[in-house]
């Protein structure tokens, strides 16, 4: 069975440090994974994803995730943490192999980036 | 380029009462998933519809129904509602089909209370 983990319910960080948001997975076949953000009372917000090819992946407002097959990870990264990235981040994957719309979710885990 | 709208935003009902959600997906986009995020939870996937057919469902009872119209619009309706329905009811939209790999956007959601 597909499923996510996302093991740290908050991460809080400093401004201006580095960033890790954690999510392990595991699927039958070739995984896609995905990271979404979500702010308070809003939907979830497209952020990076992982098909295939380089296993790092550059997403949208400095985002990078770094996926690694023997770890069955695919971490979110930011070299520098902004105030304004506190929110509640996603990490989801899709089988390859299942020709469906079904997106797996973790958890989700709350980002706190204070100054 | 108008993103995924979703109504209404807020929804109260009692037990045993029926709802209807709606979205309209974003512009190019053909189809159509819905998911419900419980307090505190990821979103959990309930069906996705693809050129107005059903296209894979999530682990929810018949009572969770859905829609899609010719111009990829789509409603979920839910009959004889119970409290624990109480939820975000997310929808999102993705191009190009039921292909794994194409992101989904997502509308702001609407927040069903069921007392």
């Known amino acids: 069975a597909q499923s996510v983990a996302q093991p740290e319910d908050q991460v809080n960080v400093a401004e201006g440090n580095p960033l890790t948001v954690k999510c392990t997975y595991s699927?039958?076949?070739?995984?896609?994974l995905f990271w979404y953000v979500q702010y308070p009372n809003r939907g979830l917000q497209f952020l990076l994803k992982?098909?295939?090819?380089?296993?790092l992946v550059k997403g949208s407002y400095g985002f990078e995730a770094e996926f690694n097959k023997s770890q069955t990870s695919f971490h979110l990264k930011k070299p520098s943490a902004l105030v304004s990235d506190s929110a509640l981040y996603f990490c989801?994957?899709?089988?390859?192999?299942?020709?469906?719309?079904?997106?797996?979710f973790g958890q989700g885990t709350e980002l706190s980036v204070k100054p | 380029e108008t993103g995924v709208t979703q109504s209404p935003t807020h929804l109260i009902k009692t037990r045993g009462q029926q709802v209807t959600l709606r979205c309209s997906s974003q512009s190019g986009h053909n189809t159509v998933s819905w998911y419900q995020q419980a307090l505190g939870q990821g979103p959990q996937f309930i069906f996705q519809?693809?050129?107005?057919?059903?296209?894979g469902r999530g682990n929810f009872p018949p009572r969770f129904s859905g829609l899609q119209f010719p111009n990829y619009s789509s409603e979920l309706n839910v009959n004889a509602l119970e409290l624990d329905d109480s939820a975000l009811y997310l929808c999102a939209s993705s191009p190009g089909g039921t292909e794994s790999y194409n992101e989904q956007f997502f509308g702001p959601g609407t927040r069903l209370t069921v007392l």
């Open positions: 989801a994957v899709r089988d390859g192999h299942n020709q469906g719309g079904k997106l797996i």
């Open positions: 992982y098909i295939t090819g380089d296993n």
């Open positions: 699927v039958s076949g070739n995984p896609y």
């Open positions: 519809y693809y050129r107005e057919e059903e296209n």
